[in-house]
């Protein structure tokens, strides 16, 4: 079935955008639920990452492949030549932020900070930037093994590795 580029598109933007917003969410309301214990907000988080993860692989993996990543995305049209027209407004899909910021800002209404916020710890450095490649490539290799040998394991695969990855 030939799935047309704006229906691919949309389901990319959509799964994005709900990752985005799970990502946030369950990140904003660990740290609400576990009070100063940052090792189980952080274990909290961890596990709704990845259990999202499964749920949108499996839900818009059919429609887009359900790269959900930027690089995903490059890799994959590297990989099975996806002609250029489609990887611009998936690309796009992908760096969406607009759930993020929709999220952070519901979620805040009822502090009386202001909704939108700047992350306080810098993440910078020729450390980040060689661990973001390591995650990154620990992940497309994840996708591509497991899509190999049994591609109905890769949102599960995808799903434990990132839970691991945190």
């Not at 407004?89 to 916020?117: D, E, G, H």
């Not at 992940?139 to 434990?160: D, E, M, N, Q, T």
Request: include cysteine.
């Amino acid at each position: 079935m030939r799935i047309s580029l704006a229906r691919w598109t949309i389901a990319e933007f959509i799964g994005t955008a709900f990752l985005g917003a799970a990502l946030v969410g369950s990140g904003i309301m660990a740290d609400r639920l576990s009070g100063a214990n940052v090792g189980l907000a952080l274990f909290e988080n961890t596990i709704a990452t990845g259990a999202v993860l499964v749920a949108l692989i499996v839900t818009f993996g059919p429609i887009s492949g359900a790269h959900l990543n930027p690089v995903v995305t490059l890799m994959d049209a590297l990989e099975y030549g996806h002609p250029g027209l489609r990887l611009h407004p998936t690309f796009l899909a992908n760096c969406s932020v607009v759930s993020v910021v929709q999220l952070q800002r519901i979620l805040c209404s009822a502090c009386r900070s202001f909704p939108y916020q700047l992350m306080r710890h810098a993440r910078n450095g020729s450390a980040q930037v060689f661990s973001e490649f390591v995650a990154t490539f620990g992940l497309i290799s994840v996708i591509w093994g497991s899509s190999r040998l049994k591609p109905a394991a890769v949102p599960f695969a995808v799903g434990a590795y990132i839970t691991a990855a945190y």
